[in-house]
């Protein structure tokens, strides 16, 4: 009887072990089945939701490169402004220096006439400075004309005396 106690527990102890290897397998299966589908609707969930994120990241994007566009747009405005004064500036600048160089032309010119001038005055005072000898001159020149009239008056009366007489100027030396 022990015999057949052992043989029965034998067979009942593979039956169990078989029982638990068939019901590991089975949980295996299922388990291996919902790993699976939980793989395949996690999938779905990160694709649609990343699809989803794609969708807002290409809308915001968008949106983004609207406005990078539209401050671009305006800076280069205000670029072509600053130019614009700027060419108008050196316009004005090359107007200005235009002028100022044809009146330092006219001053060069003006130099070179004072230049002239100078040279005319210098010669003008060196002839006056000989006039003072000319002077001179005409002064004996009146007095001998003086002379010459005091002789004339011993004239017979019926001719009609000439009289010259140098106009003396003031402030200078007789």
């Known amino acids: 009887m022990a015999e057949t106690l052992i043989k029965t527990t034998e067979q009942l102890v593979r039956r169990q072990a078989e029982l638990w290897q068939a019901s590991i397998d089975a949980a ?3 388990w291996t089945g919902m790993a699976g589908a939980s793989e395949r609707k996690l999938q779905a969930a990160l694709s649609a939701g990343l699809a ?5 990241h290409a809308r915001e994007l968008g949106a983004t490169q609207l406005v990078a566009a539209e401050e671009n747009r305006r800076h280069w405005d205000r670029v072509q402004q600053g130019l614009t004064q700027t060419a ?3 316009a004005a600048v090359q107007g200005d220096l235009t002028r100022q160089t044809e009146t330092i032309g006219r001053a060069v010119e003006a130099t070179g006439q004072i230049a002239r001038l100078e040279e005319a005055l210098n010669r003008n005072l060196a002839a006056l400075a000989g006039s003072k000898n000319f002077e001179q001159t005409v002064n ?3 007095a001998a004309i003086h002379l010459l009239n005091a002789r004339l008056g011993q004239v017979p009366t019926d001719v009609p005396p000439v009289q010259l007489e140098a106009k003396k100027r003031t402030g200078q030396a007789a």
């Open 52 to 56: 989803e994120s794609l969708k807002e």
């Open 88 to 90: 108008e500036s050196l």
């Open 28 to 30: 295996a299966d299922r």
């Open 140 to 142: 004996s020149l009146a």
